[in-house]
């Protein structure tokens, strides 16, 4: 069975710009969630799509959204990039059933702004 | 918001020598799961525990979900270089919540 997979894995944008991540599930998985990874902040949630709908949002600014597809495939968006954004986000995906949490992390992509 | 206090922070050990490693909070936790990160990738999944006291082996590792509900532990036993990587904790309530990570380095 393929894993979670990401694209693009590497990408450089100019502070101001905005960029779009994508991500495709586990073949079967219904839930995506997102997560930034930075040295400083270690990793942080950003939020979880379950069947389309935003499931759960952590505490980032409006600037982070993301959204699903009936496929389950899932995008994120950062809006007006700032120096600060510059970090790994990583999403996993899950069966999103209760009493099944296992989250399964794709290999990441690695946003620089400059 | 809420924390993990992973410890420790980084471990130099002998390959052959086992690891032992912790996670805990203040808060509840209903599962609690470990991961390791390799340079460049994504955590992987290595155990996942669901009920408190619970005890569960994946070959040489062994975790535990603390009785209070509060902390996990991750044990290694023989560890051998390709036990080198980042091992994080991370427990579940609405959201999974990750410790800052154990950075292990193993020398043969």
């Known amino acids: 069975k393929a894993g979670v997979t990401q694209t693009p894995r590497y990408l450089i944008k100019t502070r ?3 960029v779009t991540l994508s ?6 998985h219904r839930s995506v969630s997102w997560y930034q990874q930075t040295p400083g902040q270690g990793l942080q949630f950003l939020f979880e799509y379950f069947s389309e709908t935003q499931r759960n949002k952590g505490n980032f600014p409006g600037r982070f959204s993301g959204r699903q597809f009936s496929n389950s495939r899932s ?10 954004d510059s970090a790994l986000y990583l999403c996993a995906s899950s069966l999103g059933a209760s009493g099944n949490y296992e989250q399964y992390f794709g290999p990441g992509t690695r946003l620089t702004v400059t | ?21 912790n996670c805990t909070s203040s808060s509840i936790f209903n599962t609690w799961l470990w991961y390791k990160q390799d340079p460049g990738e994504g955590p992987v999944l290595l155990i996942a525990l669901y009920k408190a006291g619970e005890l569960t082996s994946n070959g040489r590792l062994t975790a535990q979900f603390g009785i ?30 990750f410790g800052k990570g154990t950075t292990l380095s193993v020398s043969s």
């Open chain 1, 16 to 18: 101001g710009q905005q």
């Open chain 1, 75 to 84: 995008e994120m968006n950062v809006s007006t990039l700032e120096l600060g």
């Open chain 2, 68 to 97: 209070t509900r509060k902390d996990s532990f991750l044990n290694i036993s023989a560890s051998i270089p390709s036990d080198v990587g980042i091992y994080f904790c991370a427990g579940l309530r609405t959201a999974l919540i």
């Open chain 2, 1 to 21: 918001g809420q924390q993990l206090n992973q410890s420790p922070q980084s471990m130099f050990i002998q390959e052959g020598e086992d690891v032992s490693m």
């Open chain 1, 23 to 28: 991500c495709s599930p586990i073949s079967g």
